[in-house]
């Protein structure tokens, strides 16, 4: 008989595996596929200042070619408790809707795709190549420890991915309305700037960092990186916090901190628009300017052009709902940044619209439909 959907996500869910404890999500996850003829392995992993991660991948079969699922069973703080419809680690379904921290966000997609390769196997028997799980711990964490150094590690071990799909909830308000093929590149960037501390009576004797952060800042806000590209929206700049440490009202700051990232499409690399944030803060600061800026890449930008693999998702959404997604690169990040350096990848799962919110929540017919979804995609991918 095949698996229950529903069953397994709330199983899941009632794991509390907060970033980055496995909470016993991974040892069930691991255990429902091995009763389905999968190979297991686990891989831990850790790094200096970082919490030890756990992660797994499973693969049925050993041919050609390779569908692979890429996911998270790690989850977000659960905030406010006492704010929550009921206990977020509870799973409890009312009025059609299953709550619980992860329902979203992704605990109900990896349900509904070990279900449809229960149903395949049940239908189908063995596919003509393999299908594997790609899951890590380490997602809604620093990535550092998952996703990122799996797949490294799999290549190693002579492991090779054909196609993915990445199961975060991709979908604004309605089941099947939209498909990620692409994500935007991340950098979060920390500017200082160097002045001289002084009395605000004799500014002439000092330099003043906070006049020097406010003009750079305003020239960086004002930029224009791009007006979008064929697939992306226009890449964007936000100012996350201004920091002077100022207590008085009578020095002038010798030091200002800022913050602020920026969202990039794919008309550029990390590199090159760090170097452009050089030349900014230069013409604005002043070619003296005494500043340090620390930038940190999330990820690049990519995108899986429209064709094969989106073709497959959309035709099996056809197929079950009746209606054909939107081909979107909007939203945040997500593991396919480290994926898509190994095989063709998108993203595609629930209704994203409570994730990481309390009562979290996801419709259980949804889960059921996404089930019947992903089996379709298996159908066609392996005719």
């Known amino acids: 008989m095949a698996l229950d959907p529903i069953t397994l996500a709330q199983d899941l869910i009632r794991c509390p595996s ?60 659960v905030g406010q408790e006492d704010l929550w419809s009921s206990h977020p680690f509870h799973a409890e379904i009312h009025e059609g809707m299953l709550y619980g921290r992860g329902a979203s966000d992704m605990k109900g997609a990896i349900a509904s795709w070990v279900a449809a390769i229960s149903s395949f196997l049940e239908e189908l028997g063995t596919p003509n190549g393999s299908i594997s799980l790609l899951i890590t711990g380490d997602e809604e964490g620093p990535s550092v420890n998952g996703t990122v150094k799996m797949l490294p590690a799999l290549a190693a071990m002579g492991e090779k991915l054909d196609a993915c799909i990445t199961g975060e909830p991709t979908n604004p308000k309605v089941l099947g309305e939209m498909i990620k093929i692409g994500r935007r590149g991340s950098v979060n960037s920390y500017l200082t700037i160097h002045g001289v501390q002084g009395h ?36 964007t700049l936000a100012v996350s916090t201004i920091d002077i440490g100022n207590p008085t009202t009578n020095i002038i700051p010798g030091i200002a901190e800022a913050t602020y990232n920026i969202r990039f499409n794919d008309l550029h690399s990390s590199e090159t628009l760090i170097e452009k944030m050089h030349e900014l803060i230069k013409e604005f600061g002043g070619e003296d300017v005494n500043y340090e800026l620390e930038c940190k890449v999330s990820g690049e930008s990519f995108l899986t052009p429209p064709g ?31 994926i898509k350096d190994y095989c063709p990848v998108l993203d595609f799962g629930l209704v994203g619209q409570t994730m990481h919110q309390v009562d979290e929540c996801v419709a259980v017919d949804d889960i059921v439909k996404l089930r019947d979804i992903y089996a379709h995609i298996m159908k066609n991918y392996f005719k």
């Open 308 to 338: 094969q693999l989106s073709d497959l998702v959309s035709d099996a959404c056809q197929e079950v709902l009746g209606i054909r997604p939107e081909l979107s690169t909007t939203g945040g990040t997500s593991d396919s940044r480290f």
């Open 18 to 77: 907060v970033t980055p404890v496995e909470g016993g999500a991974l040892d069930l996850l691991q255990s429902t596929l091995e009763e389905m003829g999968f190979k297991c392995t686990r891989l831990p992993f850790s790094e200096e200042g970082e919490d030890d991660v756990d992660n797994l991948y499973a693969r049925l079969g050993t041919a050609e070619p390779n569908l692979c699922f890429a996911g998270h069973t790690d989850v977000v703080p």
């Open 200 to 235: 605000v009576g004799y500014p002439h004797l000092a330099d003043n960092a906070a006049h020097r952060l406010v003009s750079i800042l305003k020239g960086l806000t004002d930029w224009e990186i791009d007006q979008g590209s064929d697939h992306f929206q226009p890449s």
